[in-house]
């Protein structure tokens, strides 16, 4: 028998920072084409192709915002008065883009099923601490507070050792089903993307670093089941 082929679609994510720990996305689709894979023998159709298309790059994008937020840069937050520690546990959080918990929870919620999501929420560290909280001001407004175990004592995020880019990544679509996709992800080593030599020449493929995620359609909805990175 002949190996069926399988719809995929490469899709690049560029990356623009605007300031220290904000980046803005800018996704697009570069290419679709048929390739040929024992593991992956489903073909859906044109119709669910395209909407496996369109919430993947949502996906990925909303994916890696989670992965900065939570592991990698954490989100800018505000020094207490001639460096104390917080007494109430909590740095302010200051930020643009997520002004209360319900901002940064939307974002999780809506990107993972609801178990991952929880866990990213409230344990993703496996501490069983919050990475961020609800906060209160005297005024009474409510806004974030980042937990102070997870700022260093140089009042920095205490991210994770990470040695890859999500800058000019790559994601390969795999569907497994109607209602199931793997999307593979190339990871470039950090410290080859701000190279001008590699952008003439080409990265060694064999530096880069494979993630795979995996797309579920729950309620109607499409969700990642784990955070990648």
Request: proline fraction near 3%; hydrophobic fraction near 35%; aromatic fraction near 8%.
């Given at each position: 028998?002949?190996?069926k082929?399988?719809?995929?679609?490469?899709?690049?994510?560029?990356v623009?920072?605007l300031?220290?720990?904000?980046?803005?996305?800018l996704?697009?689709q570069?290419?679709?084409?048929q390739?040929?894979?024992?593991?992956?023998?489903?073909?859906p159709?044109?119709?669910?192709?395209?909407?496996m298309?369109?919430n993947?790059v949502t996906?990925?994008?909303?994916?890696c915002?989670?992965?900065?937020?939570?592991?990698?840069y954490?989100?800018?937050?505000?020094?207490?008065?001639?460096?104390?520690?917080?007494?109430?546990g909590y740095?302010?959080?200051?930020?643009d883009s997520?002004?209360?918990?319900?901002?940064i929870?939307t974002l999780v919620n809506?990107?993972f099923?609801e178990?991952?999501?929880k866990?990213?929420?409230?344990n993703?560290?496996?501490d069983?601490?919050?990475?961020?909280?609800?906060e209160?001001?005297?005024?009474?407004?409510?806004?974030i507070?980042?937990?102070v175990s997870?700022?260093?004592e140089?009042g920095?995020?205490?991210s994770i050792?990470?040695n890859y880019?999500?800058s000019n990544?790559?994601?390969?679509?795999h569907?497994?089903?109607?209602?199931?996709c793997?999307?593979?992800v190339?990871?470039n080593?950090?410290?080859e993307?701000?190279s001008a030599?590699?952008t003439?020449?080409?990265?060694?493929?064999?530096?880069?670093k494979?993630?795979?995620?995996n797309?579920?359609?729950?309620?109607g909805e499409?969700?990642?089941?784990k955070?990648a990175y």
């Open positions: 028998m002949s190996k082929n399988t719809a995929a679609t490469i899709a690049t994510i560029v623009a920072v300031a220290i720990a904000t980046t803005l996305f996704l697009y570069t290419s679709q084409q390739i040929q894979d024992n593991q992956y023998n489903y073909v159709s044109d119709e669910i192709n395209e909407e298309n369109m993947a996906l990925i994008k909303n994916n915002e989670v992965f900065r937020i939570y592991l990698q954490g989100l800018p937050h505000q020094a207490e008065p001639y460096n104390n520690v917080p007494e109430d740095y302010t959080v200051k930020s997520y002004k209360t918990i319900s901002d929870e809506s990107t099923v178990k991952e999501a866990r990213i929420l409230t993703i560290n496996g069983n601490v919050a990475v961020y909280a609800e209160t001001d005297d005024d009474g407004n409510k806004g507070g980042l937990d997870m700022v260093d140089n920095r995020f205490k050792d990470y880019t999500w990544a790559k994601f390969m679509l569907p497994k089903s109607n209602t199931e793997d999307i593979i190339e990871l080593p950090a410290e993307t701000s030599d590699n003439s020449s080409g990265s060694d493929s064999s530096n880069t494979k993630v795979t995620a797309m579920l359609k729950v309620n499409w969700r990642l089941q955070l």
